[in-house]
């Protein structure tokens, strides 16, 4: 079933500008299958903005966010099963994807080539997340852990036991460094930053009844806007 992308870019502060935002609402078609994942960046060298989606479908699209534009500019191929997670580096023109083939990739976003793929093993790459200087990838497991992978080495350079079930989305907070992981009903801390490897468990608050599935930080880290079943 092919699926869209759907940018909305006029805040809605009141019952005209929510008409309006609904209105001016941009939907483009962008993949075959379902979108299970969608990471929004800035190409500083460009003045523009980049958006990555990853589909069921297999692929990794990046599009470039320009004059209220949503333009395709690689499709990355490569991926042997649904695309499950996406992220931008805050630092470089890099991308990650996690898939259930099991396989990390690295995309360079200049010329849409694969910089390289790294083995995370079955289900270990659920979600992922560039730590804030883009050295390291933290990655959420179906058994509730937390592998940290070198993104030059391509290793795992360490593994964080929250002692929690499986982790649907993971995010790191860069003003407070420490990770906020979903998993399950429960929204958990990891500090201080996991990439040091010394990682403790913090405090853990239940949110729902079901599991959690998603959620997106404000730019400042002021709010956070979860999504889940009540």
Same mark, same amino acid.
């Given at each position: 079933?092919?699926?869209?992308?759907?940018?909305?870019?006029?805040?809605?502060?009141?019952?005209?500008?929510?008409?309006?935002?609904?209105?001016?609402?941009?939907?483009?078609?962008?993949?075959?299958?379902?979108?299970?994942?969608?990471?929004?960046?800035?190409?500083?060298?460009?003045?523009?903005?980049?958006?990555?989606?990853?589909?069921?479908?297999?692929?990794?699209?990046?599009?470039?966010?320009?004059?209220?534009?949503?333009?395709?500019?690689?499709?990355?191929?490569?991926?042997?099963?649904?695309?499950?997670?996406?992220?931008?580096?805050?630092? $470089?023109?890099?991308?990650?994807?996690? +898939? %259930?083939? /099991?396989?990390?990739? #690295? !995309?360079? &976003?200049?010329?849409?080539?694969?910089?390289?793929?790294?083995?995370?093993?079955?289900?270990?790459?659920?979600?992922?997340?560039?730590?804030?200087?883009?050295?390291?990838?933290?990655?959420?497991?179906?058994?509730?852990?937390?592998?940290?992978?070198?993104?030059?080495?391509?290793?795992?350079?360490?593994?964080?036991?929250?002692?929690?079930?499986?982790?649907?989305?993971?995010?790191?907070?860069?003003?407070?460094?420490?990770?906020?992981?979903?998993?399950?009903?429960?929204?958990?801390?990891?500090?201080? $930053?996991?990439?040091?490897?010394?990682? +403790? %468990?913090? /405090?853990?608050?239940? #949110? !729902?009844? &079901?599991?959690?599935?998603?959620?997106?930080?404000?730019?400042?880290?002021?709010?956070?806007?979860?999504?889940?079943?009540?």
């Amino acid at each position: 079933m092919p699926c869209h992308v759907e940018e909305h870019f006029v805040p809605a502060h009141s019952a005209v500008a929510a008409r309006d935002w609904v209105n001016k609402a941009l939907s483009v078609l962008a993949h075959d299958d379902a979108i299970w994942s969608v990471a929004w960046g800035t190409n500083k060298k460009e003045n523009t903005e980049t958006v990555v989606t990853g589909s069921l479908d297999d692929l990794v699209k990046v599009w470039k966010w320009c004059d209220e534009r949503l333009d395709l500019q690689w499709s990355l191929e490569g991926h042997q099963l649904g695309v499950v997670s996406v992220d931008i580096s805050h630092t $470089l023109p890099i991308a990650a994807s996690s +898939s %259930l083939d /099991a396989h990390i990739r #690295l !995309w360079d &976003l200049e010329n849409g080539k694969q910089i390289k793929s790294i083995d995370a093993g079955p289900v270990d790459a659920w979600t992922l997340a560039f730590s804030p200087d883009s050295q390291y990838l933290a990655t959420g497991t179906h058994v509730g852990k937390v592998n940290i992978f070198g993104v030059e080495s391509g290793k795992k350079e360490y593994s964080l036991d929250t002692r929690g079930k499986f982790i649907l989305s993971i995010a790191y907070v860069r003003k407070l460094c420490l990770l906020l992981l979903l998993s399950g009903c429960v929204c958990r801390l990891l500090w201080p $930053l996991a990439q040091t490897g010394q990682g +403790s %468990l913090g /405090a853990a608050a239940g #949110l !729902w009844r &079901l599991p959690a599935a998603r959620w997106a930080w404000s730019p400042q880290e002021a709010r956070l806007c979860l999504m889940g079943k009540a």
